[in-house]
């Protein structure tokens, strides 16, 4: 199975943002990750889309959980508008 959690960046303040970082955590401890069961991928967007990590960069629940400090500080620079159109 492949998962990709996109991150929307527009306007989100700490709270929301910290919610959505919990929910992928949570998400990603729940679920086998490896490359032949689950892989997992995490996109960013505000003004534009920026991959934090492809499905096939880490095969492990450690790894991918190691990340998200990563996606986290990366996404405290990222700022903008949302063009989603929603």
Known sequence: MDVVVVLDLSGSNDETFNAMLDFTRMLTLGLPVSSRSTRIAVVRYSDSA????????????????????????????????????A
């Open 50 to 85: 920026n991959v934090s990590f492809h499905l096939d960069k880490y095969s492990t629940n450690q790894q991918v959980m190691n990340l998200h400090k990563r996606v986290q500080s990366a996404s405290q620079l990222v700022t903008g508008n949302n063009k989603s159109g």
